[in-house]
C-alpha cells in the first residue's frame, strides 16, 4: 500500500464516519444494546439482592418441595438470557447487518480497492 | 442411600487403571486429531488463531470447552450439592456475563483486532505503553487462572486416580503440563480448538446422561428429586432457601455481591475468551459464536442443577465431605454411584480433559502476548518476521508450561479455590473498563488507559492481599489452622473485610479511566473514526484473514 492509498483510506474512515448513514447504524446499535445491558444487569442485580437481603420471600416454598420463589427468579435469569440472545441475534441479523454492510460499501468505494 | 464401598477409608473409588486408561485414549485421539489437523509450519496467524478459519457453531462449542473448567464442573456441582440454593445462585453469574460478551464487545472485538487484545486496546492510544499495560494484566489473569487449573488437576489426581503419594501427584502435574504443551506445539490454535470442541462436547454428553439417569432414579419427577435432597441433608428444607454459603453475616452477603460484579463483567474481560473471537473470519461468525456458547453454557448449569441435587439425594453431604477432594468430588461420586467405575472412569476422563483444553487455550493467548506485542511490538518495534515470532510464541508457550507446572506442584496443597473468582475480579477490574471505554468513549485515551488498567490491577491485587482470603480468617476448630492461604492464625495483616475486591476495583478502574482521560488532551480523531468504522462495520476484516 502506498502513502497516497493510505491517506486516500484514512481520509475516507472519517468521511464515512460523518455519514448520516453511519451516524444512523452507530445510533441503531447503542439504542439497542445500551438498553438491553443495562436491562439484564438491573435484572440480574436484583435478584442478587433479594437473595441476599431478602431470604424469607426467596425462600417461599411455591407448590411441590424445593420449589421456592428464589428458584423461579433464579431459572427466570436463564430464560432472561435465552430469551436476549434470540432477540438480539434475529435483530443484529435482520435490522443491523444490512446497514452495517451499506457502511461498509460505502467506505469501500470511498476507499477505493482495499485488498 | 448409603453406597456400597467403605469410602471413609478409601483414598480412591472406581478402579484407578480404568480411569488412567480412558484419560490415556482421550490424551491418544486428541493427538492424533491434533496432529491430523495442523500440518506444515505456521504463520503466527495460525499459531494464535488458527488464522479465523473456524465457524461460529465450532467457536461456540469450543468456547464452551474453554469457559466449563474444572472448577464449574466439579465446583459448581459440589456446591449445589453442599448449599444448594447458593451453588445455583453462584453458577447463574457465570452465564449472564456472556450477554455483555454478547451484546458489547464479540463482534467489535473481532472487526478491530487481529492477534491479541492489546491489538484492540492499543488502536487509537499510543501503542508501547497501552501494550505493556495489557500485557501484565493479560499475563497476571492467565497466571491466576492457570494456576488454579494446575493445582486443581492435582486435586483431581488423589481422589480419580488413587495416587497419594507427593511425587506420584507431581508426576501427574508434570504429565498433564507436558501433554498440555504438546498439543500447543504441534496444533497451535487449531489443534488447541479441537481438544477444546471435543471436551465440550465430552463433557455436556456425560452430564446430560447422568441428568437422565438422576432423573430417572426420582421418576423424572423434579420435587422428589429435591425431596430426596432435602432428606438426606443437614440443612434441610434450607437447601432450598438463599442463605447457607453467603447468608452468614453482613460481611459474607456484601462479599458475595462483590463476587457476582466480577463474573458479570469479568469474563467479557477474560483474555483466553476474547482470543476466541479472533478464531473466527467474521463479526456474524463471532455473533454466532457466543449464541451457541449461551445455549450450550446455558443448558450445562441447568445440568448441573440436577447433578448436584442428585449428588446430594443419592450420595450424601456426608459422604462427598469425608472424600478426598470433598465438594469437588460430589460429581465423580455420583457417576460411582449410579454406573460403577465404567462410569466414574468416564467422568474422570472427562475432568482430566477438562484441565488439559483449559489450561491448552490459557497458554496460547498468554504466549501470543507475549510474542506479538511484547516482543514484537514492544521490544522489536514491529521489526521482526514471522518465523521470528511463531519461535518466540512457542518459546513462550513451553515456559509457560513449565511455570504452569512448578506452580501446580507449589500449588497443590493450597486452598485454591478463590484463584479463578480472583482472575475474573482482575479481568473485570483491569480488562473490562478499559475494551468498553476504547470502544464506546470518544473521549478516551492513553492517560486513561493506564490509569484504568494499573489502578484496577493494583487496587484489586493489593485488596486481595490485605483480604481474609490470604490471612486472618478464624479457624474452624480452636486451636486449628486458618482457612486462609496463611494457615498459620496467629499471622494475620487483613483489613480488608472481603474475600473479593471487584466491589471497590470495578468501579475505582471506570473511574480512573474517566479522570484519566477528561485529564488529557490526547485525542486522535482520524485513529478514532478508524476503529469505529471497522467496528461496526468490519472493513478491514476480511482484508487482514485474507493476508
Keep these: 500500500m502506498s502513502n497516497d492509498a493510505r491517506t486516500r483510506t484514512e481520509d475516507a474512515y472519517l468521511a464515512v464516519q460523518s455519514t448520516s448513514e453511519f451516524q444512523a447504524l452507530r445510533k441503531k446499535f447503542r439504542g439497542f444494546v445500551f438498553p438491553m445491558t443495562a436491562f439484564f444487569l438491573a435484572w440480574y442485580f436484583l435478584y442478587v439482592l ?53 457502511a461498509a460499501a460505502q467506505m469501500t468505494a470511498a476507499a477505493g480497492k482495499e485488498n | 442411600m448409603p453406597l456400597s464401598l467403605p469410602f471413609a477409608e478409601a ?57 466449563l473448567s474444572a472448577a464449574s464442573f466439579l465446583g459448581i456441582a459440589g456446591a449445589i450439592a453442599l448449599q444448594g440454593y447458593d451453588g445455583f445462585l453462584y453458577s447463574i453469574g457465570f452465564l449472564v456475563a456472556w450477554l455483555v460478551a454478547l451484546l458489547l464487545v464479540a463482534e ?5 483486532g487481529r492477534f491479541t487484545m492489546a491489538d484492540v486496546l492499543s488502536y487509537r492510544l499510543k501503542q508501547r505503553p497501552v501494550r505493556i499495560a495489557t500485557a501484565i494484566s493479560v499475563i ?14 492435582g486435586g483431581l489426581v488423589s481422589l480419580l486416580l488413587g495416587v497419594t503419594g507427593e511425587t506420584a501427584q507431581n508426576l501427574v502435574i508434570a504429565l498433564v503440563g507436558v501433554i498440555m504443551i504438546t498439543y500447543v506445539l504441534i496444533g497451535g490454535m487449531k489443534g488447541t480448538t479441537w481438544v477444546q470442541i471435543i471436551k465440550a462436547l465430552l463433557l455436556i454428553a456425560g452430564t446430560a446422561i447422568i441428568t437422565v439417569v438422576v432423573l430417572g432414579k426420582f421418576g423424572f419427577s423434579f420435587s422428589s428429586l429435591f425431596q430426596a435432597a432435602a432428606d438426606n441433608s443437614p440443612a434441610g428444607d434450607k437447601l432450598f432457601e438463599p442463605g447457607l454459603k453467603y447468608g452468614k453475616n453482613l460481611t459474607t452477603k456484601i ?9 458479570v463483567l469479568g469474563t467479557a474481560g477474560l483474555p483466553h475468551v476474547l482470543q476466541r473471537f479472533y478464531t473466527v473470519p467474521t463479526s456474524k461468525q463471532a ?29 450424601g453431604p456426608k459422604t462427598i465431605l469425608a472424600a478426598p477432594g470433598k465438594a469437588n468430588s460430589a460429581a465423580p461420586l455420583l457417576a460411582y454411584e449410579l454406573g460403577g467405575s465404567v462410569f466414574l472412569g468416564i467422568i474422570s476422563g472427562i475432568a482430566f480433559a477438562t484441565i488439559l483444553a483449559v489450561v491448552a487455550g490459557l497458554t496460547i493467548t498468554t504466549s501470543a502476548t507475549f510474542a506479538h506485542d511484547l516482543y514484537k511490538e514492544v521490544f522489536k518495534r514491529g521489526n521482526t518476521t514471522q518465523e521470528q515470532e511463531v519461535r518466540v510464541a512457542r518459546t513462550a508457550s513451553v515456559v509457560i508450561g513449565a511455570i504452569a507446572i512448578v506452580g501446580g506442584i507449589f500449588a497443590k496443597d493450597q486452598n485454591i479455590a478463590f484463584l479463578v473468582a480472583l482472575a475474573f475480579a482482575v479481568a473485570a ?36 492481599i490485605f483480604s481474609p482470603v490470604v490471612s486472618g480468617k ?48 490526547e485525542h486522535n480523531a482520524q485513529k478514532y473514526a478508524e476503529m469505529e468504522v471497522r467496528s461496526l462495520t468490519g472493513h478491514g476484516v476480511a482484508e487482514a484473514v485474507n493476508h
Design chain 2, 474 to 521: 478464624p479457624p474452624l476448630v480452636p486451636g486449628g489452622p486458618s482457612p486462609s492461604m496463611i494457615t498459620n492464625a496467629a499471622i494475620d495483616f487483613h483489613w480488608f473485610p472481603l474475600d473479593n475486591p471487584g466491589l471497590i476495583s470495578i468501579p475505582l478502574a471506570f473511574f480512573l479511566g474517566w479522570l484519566g482521560s477528561v485529564t488529557s488532551k
Design chain 2, 108 to 112: 467489535l472485538m473481532r472487526n478491530t
Design chain 2, 255 to 263: 462479599d458475595f455481591i462483590s463476587l457476582s460484579m466480577a463474573l
Design chain 1, 50 to 102: 433479594l437473595s441476599m437481603f431478602a431470604p424469607g420471600f426467596m425462600g417461599q416454598q411455591v407448590g411441590a418441595p424445593g420449589i421456592t420463589v428464589g428458584l423461579l427468579f433464579g431459572l427466570g435469569q436463564f430464560v432472561t438470557t435465552f430469551a436476549i440472545t434470540i432477540i438480539y441475534a434475529r435483530w443484529a441479523n435482520s435490522q443491523l447487518d444490512p446497514m452495517a454492510e451499506a
Design chain 2, 140 to 153: 497476571t489473569v492467565s497466571f491466576f487462572y492457570l494456576l488454579a487449573q494446575m493445582a486443581g488437576a
Design chain 2, 287 to 315: 455473533r454466532k459464536s457466543v449464541e451457541w456458547a449461551i445455549w450450550l453454557i446455558g443448558g450445562f448449569y441447568l445440568l448441573t442443577l440436577v447433578v448436584g441435587y442428585g449428588a446430594a439425594a443419592l450420595v
Design chain 2, 429 to 464: 477490574s483491569a480488562n473490562l473498563p478499559t475494551i468498553l471505554y476504547s470502544l464506546f468513549w470518544k473521549g478516551f485515551n492513553t492517560r486513561g488507559a493506564l490509569w484504568s488498567m494499573y489502578g484496577g490491577l493494583t487496587s484489586a491485587i493489593v485488596l486481595i
Design chain 2, 11 to 67: 483414598t480412591s473409588v472406581g478402579s484407578p487403571a480404568l480411569n488412567i486408561g480412558i484419560f490415556a485414549a482421550f490424551v491418544v485421539v486428541t493427538l492424533v486429531i491434533v496432529i491430523k489437523v495442523s500440518s506444515g509450519k505456521k504463520t503466527a496467524e495460525q499459531y494464535y488463531t488458527a488464522a479465523g478459519a473456524f465457524s461460529g457453531r465450532q467457536n461456540g462449542v469450543a468456547i464452551a470447552g474453554d469457559y
